[in-house]
């Protein structure tokens, strides 16, 4: 969830992929080149010689990404509590209000998403007292 919520663009891209295309970091998007006379744009393949971006990726290598990658399950369940916590839990099903395995699941990215929110409030008066960001 973490990287879902801090890198967006990151957690969209497959490993195994950004072996093989250029990405864009930021936006999750493979980066575009315009190749012949009709300029038809087209994906960039990485180069052969050319890194990953691994040391710049917040997933750090192709083995942590397995660590910090949320299984279909887990981001199906991610994806419920958003809409659920967005329409102040008004989009609940009924039969499922009262579910205990789906209470303790939403307290558990309840309370990520408040360590995700002090850690965000951290970095922001870190920047305010020294002016420097950190990561």
């Given at each position: 969830m973490w990287l879902i919520e801090e890198h967006p663009g990151a957690a969209s891209?497959?490993?195994d992929d950004c072996a093989k295309w250029i990405y864009d970091l930021e936006t999750g998007q493979k980066a575009?080149?315009?190749?012949?006379?009709?300029?038809?744009?087209?994906?960039?393949?990485?180069?052969?010689?050319?890194?990953?971006?691994?040391?710049t990726c917040p997933?750090?290598?192709?083995?942590?990404?397995?660590?910090?990658?949320?299984?279909?399950?887990?981001?199906?369940?991610?994806?419920?509590?958003?809409?659920?916590?967005?329409?102040?839990?008004?989009?609940?099903?009924?039969?499922?209000?009262?579910?205990?395995?789906?209470a303790r699941n939403f307290a558990a990215l309840a309370d990520v998403r408040v360590q995700i929110d002090e850690n965000r409030r951290n970095k922001l008066f870190q920047f305010l007292l020294t002016g420097k960001t950190t990561e």
């Open positions: 891209i497959d490993c575009t080149v315009r190749v012949g006379p009709e300029r038809k744009e087209e994906f960039q393949p990485r180069p052969s010689g050319v890194p990953t971006p691994c040391s997933k750090k290598s192709p083995e942590n990404a397995k660590e910090c990658t949320l299984s279909r399950k887990n981001y199906r369940t991610y994806q419920f509590w958003r809409m659920c916590n967005a329409s102040h839990f008004h989009y609940m099903p009924e039969h499922l209000a009262n579910d205990p395995i789906v």
